[in-house]
């Protein structure tokens, strides 16, 4: 069992900068790739990004990728989401979630067993 509590939301303008943070419980945070996805309201969740297990590998929703940065630190059970360059299109509900496996990282929601309940963030124009 993995449980996840997401950290770091607020309210940025448009241009600015917010950092996410995602805490785990459990052992077995290291022998698990992670991911962040994002729900705006009246939209379907998204992906935003991945990284595998060692942090070696990471993967980026198009609409992102130059701008969020993800990483961990599996000594503190956390992993990050830096994200710069921020648009009012950013606006969301910001998941973290655990993958069932260790090595690769998926963009496919049903792939993550385990879900935080999310932080909001806001990006004034």
């Given amino acids: 069992q993995v449980q996840l509590e997401e950290s770091g939301g607020g309210l ?24 962040w996805f994002r729900q705006a309201p009246g939209k379907e969740r998204e992906f935003v990004a991945a990284i595998n297990w060692s942090g070696i590998s990471t993967y980026y929703a198009d609409s992102v ?5 993800i990483s961990r630190n599996n000594a503190k059970n956390t ?3 830096q994200m ?7 606006m969301a509900v910001y998941y973290c979630a655990a993958s ?8 496919i929601r049903s792939e993550y067993d385990y879900w935080g309940q999310g ?7």
Avoid at 65 to 69: A, L
Wanted: with cysteine.
């Fill in 84 to 90: 710069d360059s921020l648009k009012p299109e950013d």
């Fill in 65 to 69: 990728k130059g701008r969020f940065t």
């Fill in 79 to 81: 992993v990050y989401l």
């Fill in 12 to 35: 940025v303008q448009a241009g600015g900068s917010l950092r996410l943070s995602c805490a785990a419980s459990g052992r077995t945070f290291s022998n698990k790739a992670m991911g």
């Fill in 100 to 107: 069932r496996w260790a090595g690769g990282v998926t963009s």
């Fill in 119 to 125: 932080t909001q963030v806001t990006v004034s124009s």
